[in-house]
């Protein structure tokens, strides 16, 4: 277009407005199999509230970020140098193509973090934080080495300029900033752990830190004291900080014994010992009708009279079966796995299956009213009016129904 600002504005715009487009012809198609309509009728305030409180932690980190660029550019500009500011840019947009490398095995944690702890699964949270911190330091380190090696191209391809000063200064601008992104693993890990538990209030400091609130004091600090390479160095030691008060954070957690114990953030009686807890995996038909005999079984086991024990097999039967029909008739394998916990008065059926997403209580509120399915909807009143709570996550093609009775 050879324009200017309005034109770059103007391209940006188009950016998300494209997208927008395209992912509504999807919903609004004739082949879409989403029940997705553009109604207003269910809209929730007090539903708004929650998701604009769960979405904080980020809408503060990209705040954060933006502000905290706009201070160091500032800072910047009084060296009088006058490709200083472009190469410090020239790390942040290399990050854009690789920090993968550590989000990735952090939101992952977040994820899975939000299915088990509604479980109170201590052992798959602790496997999954575990399997997030290995990726992230093995995949941050490799980025690190490559970015250190072959910083000299890297510097040429991103700059776009062939004034020797400004490439001399975005190599050492690379190699010096890449080594804080090993910190990237801890960092990342704590603060999506953080967000996937709900520990949002920590989260939200915790995000204006890492861009903003810890970043900007060193980096003053280090341009005063060393000059302008401080502005890399401050990299390093902004993620080190960062990844020292989240250790503290943890090894201050009062709730836990061991170290193990600690990072999981959890009250002291969180989880459950193995004799409390049974596992099984149903792929047929025979073997979804053995469900119930198994939750009456494990039931009475742990102090529940026979009404009770009947209660908790009926819904695992109704769930089981109900979950069955609609998930296995698609002509693919497929597998439930249910989980039995007994947890103080509480018994917990945990429901995970990798079929086709179904929300039990969104289902049933579309089955509300319907003629052809009044069965269905039968068989679903009686689970939600029995069970104490129901609540479902979807995460990785996994469908997870945690019911309390």
């Known amino acids: 277009m050879h324009g200017g600002m309005l034109q770059i504005g103007l391209a940006t715009s188009l950016g998300y407005i494209v997208p927008f487009f395209v992912c509504a012809s999807f919903y609004a198609g004739k082949k879409s199999a989403s029940v997705f309509r553009l109604k207003f009728k269910g809209f929730s305030p007090k539903l708004c509230a929650e998701m604009i409180s769960l979405g904080a932690p980020m809408g503060v980190a990209k705040g954060s970020k933006a502000l ?65 911190l290995i990726h992230a330091l093995v995949m941050s380190s490799v980025v690190t080495v ?5 910083c000299d191209p890297l510097a040429a391809f991103f700059l776009k300029s062939n004034n020797p000063e400004a490439l001399e200064l975005a190599k050492q601008c690379i190699k010096v900033s890449c080594l804080s992104l090993p910190f990237h693993t801890i960092v990342y890990n704590f603060n999506n752990y953080l967000m996937g538990i709900k520990r949002l209030r920590f989260a939200n400091i915790y995000s204006f830190l890492i861009e903003c609130g810890n970043l900007i004091p060193i980096t003053f600090l280090m341009l005063r004291v060393i000059g302008y390479e401080g ?155 029995m069970a104490k709570d129901v609540k479902y996550t979807a995460a990785f093609g996994a469908n997870n129904l945690i019911v309390r009775v």
Request: neutral net charge.
């Open 68 to 132: 905290g660029g706009l201070i160091i550019n500032n800072l910047l500009t009084s060296f009088n140098m006058p490709y200083l500011v472009a190469a410090h840019g020239v790390f942040a947009q290399i990050t854009v193509f690789v920090r993968a490398a550590w989000y990735a095995p952090a939101d992952t944690l977040m994820a899975f973090a939000g299915v088990f702890v509604g479980e109170e699964d201590k052992k798959s949270i602790k496997l999954s934080q575990r399997i997030s």
């Open 231 to 385: 502005a890399f160095i401050s990299k390093i030691f902004n993620m080190a900080g960062l990844s020292l008060i989240a250790l503290l954070y943890i090894f201050l957690n009062r709730e836990g014994k061991s170290f193990g114990d600690k990072m999981l953030l959890m009250p002291r009686d969180f989880g459950t010992t193995p004799d409390n807890e049974i596992s099984v995996i149903a792929s047929s038909t025979q073997e979804i009708e053995e469900l119930s005999k198994i939750a009456i079984a494990f039931a009475m086991e742990h102090g529940a009279d026979k009404k009770r024990a009947r209660k908790y097999g009926l819904i695992t039967e109704e769930l089981s079966v109900f979950l069955a029909e609609h998930g296995f008739n698609d002509g693919k394998e497929h597998n439930i796995n249910m989980r039995l916990v007994a947890k103080g008065d509480d018994l917990i059926i945990r429901m995970r299956d990798d079929c086709k997403p179904m929300n039990l209580k969104d289902y049933y509120k579309l089955l509300q009213g319907s003629q052809d399915k009044k069965e269905e909807e039968i068989n679903l009143a009686i689970i939600l009016k």
């Open 146 to 150: 490559v970015l250190f090696v072959f």
